[in-house]
Structures are given as structure tokens and as C-alpha cells.
């Protein structure tokens, strides 16, 4: 058994991977990437996907329409968490 005395439906973690935060006039997406060598990090927009791709590995987060008017301010790292900035 996989799962021992739990149940495959319980929530195993506390973390937020991936988080949304209003900050005067902007929206701050922190997206936690622990381990990453920030040097190997590429990450790009086409419509309302971002791209990050770090070596051979690739993630396409869907961005809510909230943000599709919006564009990228900037980005960079807070620790173990990429924040990118919409303005």
C-alpha cells in the first residue's frame, strides 16, 4: 500500500508552490523553484502562458485573465522564490 494509514485524497503538503499577491497597483506571482540555479532560468510570455524552462526542464503556467492586459515589469528571485511583477 502506496499510502500507508493515509488516504490518497489528504493534502501531504502545507506549502505554496504558487501564489498571487496584490501590491500597489501591481501583482506579484512568486512561484517557489527550490535547488534552482538561477543562472540557468529562461522564461518567456506568448499570450496567456508563461514559459520557464531551466536546463532540459519546462513548465507553461496558464495565467489567469486578470492578468492577460498586463505586462511584465520585471523578475527575479526572493531566496528559493521566482517573483515576477505585472504591472
Known sequence: DIYGELSPWDRLSEVNTITFEKQAGSVVLSI???NMKKSS???GRKDNDLV?????YQRVLTLPDSLSGRSIS????????????FK
Not at 52 to 56: K, P, S, T, V
Request: charged fraction near 25%; avoid cysteine.
Open 32 to 34: 517557489l523553484l527550490p
Open 52 to 56: 520557464i524552462r531551466a536546463g532540459r
Open 41 to 43: 532560468l529562461d522564461m
Open 74 to 85: 520585471h523578475a527575479g528571485f526572493t531566496g528559493d522564490r521566482l517573483e515576477i511583477v
